[in-house]
T-cell receptor
Framework: DAMVIQNPRYQVTQFGKPVTLSCSQTLNHNVMYWYQQKSSQAPKLLFHYYDKDFNNEADTPDNFQSRRPNTSFCFLDIRSPGLGDAAMYLCATSRDGAGGTVDTQYFGPGTRLTVL | SQQGEEDPQALSIQEGENATMNCSYKTSINNLQWYRQNSGRGLVHLILIRSNEREKHSGRLRVTLDTSKKSSSLLITASRAADTASYFC????????????FGQGTTLQVKP
């Protein structure tokens, strides 16, 4: 089945120790998103790729980086995780909406990050 | 920035009852979407309604959109315990940036 896969589902890291979260998709969508979601809050967009075109949100900390080596894969790198970075990280994909509109987004199951 | 605001924040009903959630937003939109999130999971798309549409149905779900009031509602009829989840509305950001802005969500509990 076509889907969005995130690995690992649970990640524990130490304060300041770099961590990489991965996302892959079999939907062949050209747009991929990374969201951060803290408990009982709305998902907050960190950045998104339109094909290989990287779009960073103005308030995304420099500590967060992303790579998209090909259409199927996208990575979220947290260079020096702090306690405040503990959250659920959600990857999503979508097709290119007509005229720049946003089509349906398909989400992965998320990676729960714990920072000790 | 534009953001959907949802009302109520939490809703608890008995199985079989209807659940209504409301979403308000601030600026013009191209479309509005509703998503469901089960605890500790990713979001699942429910319905997309375009700005020129007023009502849409999908199974037990009914979504309305009133662009003059900048509001939308999601009605779940004959609710089931499995409908227990958080429900988010999301609007596309003005300027056709390809981004969604999510509301804070309504947490629905359906008691068996």
């Amino acid at each position: 089945d076509a889907m969005v896969i995130q690995n690992p589902r649970y990640q524990v890291t130490q304060f300041g120790k770099p961590v990489t979260l991965s996302c892959s998709q079999t939907l062949n969508h050209n747009v991929m998103y990374w969201y951060q979601q803290k408990s009982s809050q709305a998902p907050k967009l960190l950045f998104h790729y339109y094909d290989k075109d990287f779009n960073n949100e103005a308030d995304t900390p420099d500590n967060f980086q992303s790579r998209r080596p090909n259409t199927s894969f996208c990575f979220l790198d947290i260079r020096s995780p702090g306690l405040g970075d503990a959250a659920m990280y959600l990857c999503a994909t979508s097709r290119d909406g007509a005229g720049g509109t946003v089509d349906t987004q398909y989400f992965g199951p998320g990676t729960r990050l714990t920072v000790l | 920035s534009q953001q959907g605001e949802e009302d109520p924040q939490a809703l608890s009903i008995q199985e079989g009852e209807n659940a209504t959630m409301n979403c308000s937003y601030k600026t013009s939109i191209n479309n509005l979407q509703w998503y469901r999130q089960n605890s500790g999971r990713g979001l699942v798309h429910l319905i997309l309604i375009r700005s020129n549409e007023r009502e849409k149905h999908s199974g037990r779900l009914r979504v309305t959109l009133d662009t003059s009031k900048k509001s939308s509602s999601l009605l779940i009829t004959a609710s089931r315990a499995a409908d227990t989840a958080s429900y988010f509305c999301a609007t596309d950001e003005p300027g056709n940036t390809g981004k969604l802005i999510f509301g804070q969500g309504t947490t629905l509990q359906v008691k068996p």
